[in-house]
Nanobody, 125 residues
Framework: QVQLVESGGGLVQAGGSLRLSCLASERTFSTYTMGWFRQAPGKEREFVAAIRWSDSTVEYIDSVKGRFTISRDNAKNTVYLQMNSLKPEDTGVYLC??????????????????WGQGTQVTVSS
C-alpha cells in the first residue's frame, strides 16, 4: 500500500505562486508515474499534470501550460507542482496520484491506483 501525503496548499491572491509537494511512502517511488489532479466544488475531478517514471517526460492540461511545472526528486520520494501566475479558476483541492510502471494515458484518473487526501488551494481575485 502506497501512502501519499500532499502539502503546500493555501490561500493566495491572483498572480501569486504556490509549491505543492507530495511525499510517497514507497521505496520504489522511481518506478511510479505521478500525477496531480484537482477538484473544484461542484465540478468533476480534472487532470492537471503528470510525470512519467521512465524518462520524466511531462504532460499538462492546456489551461496551466506555461504557469505550472511538475517535477520529481526520486531520492526524496517526492513530486512537486510549482504553480505560478495563479488564477481564481485554479481554486480547488489538489490531489496527488501514483501508479506503478505505466507510461500511456497518464491523463486518465482511472490509471492511478493510489491517491492522497488532497490539499486545498484557494486563489482570491
Amino acid at each position: 500500500q502506497v501512502q501519499l501525503v500532499e502539502s503546500g496548499g493555501g490561500l493566495v491572491q491572483a498572480g501569486g505562486s504556490l509549491r505543492l509537494s507530495c511525499l510517497a511512502s514507497e521505496r520504489t517511488f522511481s518506478t511510479y508515474t505521478m500525477g496531480w489532479f484537482r477538484q473544484a466544488p461542484g465540478k468533476e475531478r480534472e487532470f492537471v499534470a503528470a510525470i512519467r517514471w521512465s524518462d520524466s517526460t511531462v504532460e499538462y492540461i492546456d489551461s496551466v501550460k506555461g504557469r505550472f511545472t511538475i517535477s520529481r526528486d526520486n531520492a526524496k520520494n517526492t513530486v512537486y507542482l510549482q504553480m505560478n501566475s495563479l488564477k481564481p479558476e485554479d481554486t480547488g483541492v489538489y490531489l496527488c496520484a501514483a501508479a506503478n510502471g505505466f507510461t500511456v494515458q497518464i491523463r486518465m484518473s482511472g490509471r492511478y491506483k493510489y491517491w492522497g487526501q488532497g490539499t486545498q488551494v484557494t486563489v482570491s481575485s
